[in-house]
């Protein structure tokens, strides 16, 4: 066989086999878009964004689009991280998951007081167990007030 004719049939198999590479790709893409578009996006907001010490916030999270059974955010813990070294908790006692049938929540409302000035970064997580599935952050500032350092 010529050499130009073996080149011929190597590039030929090397295009079959990219094929069915960029192929997998794009379905690899496709799943993942599908999984995208069943994840709800988290949004975290915080008010008032700017305030005086001593402060009592209130922070809302919310779970916005994709599938009410999306199974990883089903009966999650959640966590605050108030940044300012102080962290709240919750866990919820839920039925089994069952997909089709299972609801998430959607809405998660809590309030913290700053005793003190500073700028701080709110971090809200959702988790399973001990693996982390979703998260949101804001940031407010709290500006000294006339207690402060008097509480």
């Not at 010490?53 to 089903?74: M, W």
């Not at 991280?81 to 006692?93: I, K, L, P, V």
């Not at 049938?101 to 809405?107: A, D, F, L, N, Y």
């Not at 007081?113 to 970064?121: A, M, T």
């Amino acid at each position: 066989m010529s050499d130009l004719r073996r080149f011929g049939l190597a590039c030929a198999a090397c295009l079959a086999t990219a094929g069915v590479l960029t192929i997998s790709a794009q379905q690899e893409k496709n799943d993942k878009d599908v999984k995208d578009d069943a994840r709800p996006k988290i949004a975290l907001k915080a008010t008032p964004p700017i305030s005086m010490s001593p402060s009592r916030i209130v922070a809302k999270a919310e779970l916005n689009g994709g599938a009410n059974d999306f199974e990883e955010f089903y009966c999650p813990t959640v966590e605050w991280d108030w940044g300012d070294d102080t962290f709240s908790e919750t866990t919820a006692d839920c039925e089994p998951y069952e997909a089709g049938k299972s609801e998430i929540k959607r809405h998660f409302t809590v309030e913290h007081l700053y005793k003190r000035s500073g700028q701080y970064r709110i971090v809200f997580r959702l988790k399973q167990h001990a693996k982390l599935v979703g998260t949101a952050t804001a940031t407010i500032q709290v500006r000294p007030g006339l207690r402060e350092g008097g509480l």
